[in-house]
C-alpha cells in the first residue's frame, strides 16, 4: 500500500508477516541485497519458515527498531504491508493470552467456512470485522474466545479505532485494472525468478509452519509440489488470489480516515517520494 524512498538519515522499517520468514524472498518480494545496502532495512529475517511469529512478536521488535533508529539520529520509515502489523505498531493494540491447545485444534478443520461461522456465533461482533476468507485471523479470534470464555471483541479497542498518534501515514492507489495487469505481470516475473525453485527448496530442507503456507504463493505452489494442483493452475490461482488480496488489503486501509491517499499514474515511487520527502524532513 505504500512506497518508499531513501531521503537523508531514513532506515526503512518493513512491516510485512511474510518477509519475517528467512528464506522466503522471490514469492514475498522481499528487498533485494542492493536494496539493503542502499538503505538500512529493518523487520527482515527474523525467524525461520518453521517458527512462530505473532503480531505480538511483531510489535515488540517493531517499537524496539524505531527506538533504536531514532536513538541513532535517524528517519524510520514505515513500509506496510500488512495492516495488522502497522495498527500494532503505531496504536495502543493489546493483545489477549494464547492458548496452543485450542489452537491446535482449531487448526485441523480444514474448511475456514466452518470457522468462520463459529465466530459468528460466539462473537458476531468479531466477525463482522474479519474477512470470512481471512483464515489467521478468524483462528486467533476463536482461540481467544474459546480459551478465555469472553468474547474476542471485548479485549481491546480493536482495529477499529484510530487515535490521533502524530504518525503520518500515506497510501497508494492504483485503478482496478492496471493493479490487476501489475498483479499478473508480477506474478509471471516472479516464477521467470524461480519462485517454484525457491518453494520446492523449503519444502526439501525445512518443515514450514502452518502460518508461511498461507503466504501467496506459497501456498499454491506447495500444492503444486503436493500433486493438488498443475503448475499452469497454480499460477492462475496464484493470481487470481492475489488480486483478491490487494482488493481486501485496499478496503482495510481505506478505513483508517487519518491516511493521505495518493493516486498513482505511472511510477509510485516518483509520485509518492516527494511527499514522504516531507515528512522526513
Not at 35 to 61: A, E, I, K
Not at 193 to 222: K, N, P
Request: proline share 4%.
Amino acid at each position: 500500500m505504500a512506497a518508499a524512498v531513501s531521503h537523508g538519515n531514513t532506515h526503512i522499517l518493513v512491516c510485512d508477516a511474510m518477509q519475517v520468514y528467512r528464506g522466503m524472498n522471490i514469492g514475498t518480494a522481499k528487498p533485494t541485497s542492493g536494496d539493503q545496502v542502499s538503505v538500512v532495512h529493518h523487520g527482515l529475517d527474523l525467524v525461520d519458515p518453521n517458527g512462530r511469529f505473532t503480531v505480538s512478536d511483531y510489535q515488540m521488535y517493531a517499537r524496539a527498531a524505531v527506538a533504536q533508529i531514532h536513538a541513532s539520529g535517524a528517519r524510520a520509515l514505515v513500509v506496510a504491508g500488512t495492516g495488522l502489523y502497522l495498527t500494532a505498531l503505531i496504536d495502543d493494540l493489546k493483545f489477549p493470552g494464547e492458548w496452543p491447545e485450542v489452537r491446535e485444534e482449531l487448526s485441523r478443520e480444514p474448511n475456514v467456512d466452518v470457522l468462520f461461522d463459529r465466530l459468528q456465533n460466539l462473537d458476531p461482533l468479531a466477525a463482522s470485522k474479519i474477512e470470512r476468507s481471512n483464515r489467521r485471523r478468524i483462528e486467533r479470534a476463536l482461540e481467544v474466545c474459546i480459551g478465555s470464555g469472553q468474547p474476542f471483541s471485548a479485549t481491546g479497542p480493536g482495529t477499529g479505532a484510530y487515535p490521533d498518534n502524530g504518525v503520518a501515514q500515506v497510501g497508494i492507489l492504483w485503478d482496478r485494472e492496471v493493479l490487476a495487469t501489475r498483479v499478473e505481470q508480477r506474478v509471471h516475473q516472479m516464477m521467470d525468478e524461480g519462485f517454484l525453485q525457491e518453494v520446492r527448496e523449503l519444502r526439501e530442507t525445512t518443515s514450514i509452519s502452518h502460518t508461511a503456507r498461507q503466504a501467496l504463493g506459497y501456498r499454491e505452489l506447495l500444492e503444486h509440489l503436493e500433486g493438488k494442483y498443475s503448475l499452469t493452475e497454480a499460477v492462475r490461482a496464484m493470481i487470481t488470489h492475489t488480486r483478491q488480496f490487494a482488493v481486501r488489503q485496499e478496503r482495510w486501509f481505506r478505513r483508517d480516515p487519518r491516511i493521505r491517499w495518493v493516486h498513482i499514474e505511472t511510477d509510485p515511487v516518483t509520485e509518492i517520494g516527494p511527499i514522504l520527502a516531507e515528512h522526513l524532513r
